[in-house]
């Protein structure tokens, strides 16, 4: 399983995100409906952990649109927390919008120096994607993880 050797989610590291005051918003794909409800609970929680009650959501078509608005919003908060699923069908589509969606999220972290929690599964069937969705019965909860990260990294990038 992917989560094995993940590091433990602080829950100091998350405090202080809250008690900085800290923006969060999360961007969130369309498709799959039910994962991508875990997803954003998930990451809802996490925020909710860290003490920001209400984080932004913005809803976007599909994983592949996920990069520009992350771009657009960045300015104005501190973490974006970007959620998307991708299932390997039978054409290279997949590869294109896997691709896609991580090149520009790194590049929206790295040009605007806003973290970007990555909270894309790229899974090859829907078993694996509910499995990682923090959904009833799943092992692990990417939407949780990835909120923490992108908090926990503008944490650490307020000490410098």
């Keep these: 399983m992917s989560g094995h050797g993940a590091p433990t989610i602080g829950a100091e590291e998350l405090a202080a995100a809250g008690k900085a005051g800290m923006r969060a918003v999360i961007v969130a794909a369309s498709w799959h409906t039910q994962i991508m409800d875990g997803l954003i609970d998930g990451a809802k929680r996490a925020a909710i952990d860290a003490g920001i009650q209400t984080p932004d959501i913005v809803r976007v078509p599909g994983t592949f649109e996920l990069p520009v608005a992350a771009a657009r919003l960045a300015p104005d908060y501190d973490a974006v927390i ?55 019965g799943s092992v692990e909860d990417k939407g949780y993880e990835a909120m923490s990260a992108g908090l926990q990294t503008a944490v650490a990038l307020t000490r410098r």
Aim: glycine share 16%; with cysteine; hydrophobic share 40%.
């Design 82 to 136: 970007a959620l998307g699923v991708v299932i390997r069908g039978g054409t290279p589509h997949f590869d294109y919008v896997c691709q896609g969606a991580t090149l520009g999220l790194t590049d929206v972290s790295v040009r605007t120096g806003v973290p970007v929690g990555f909270g894309v599964l790229t899974c090859d069937n829907e078993e694996q994607a509910i499995a990682r969705a923090g959904l009833e």
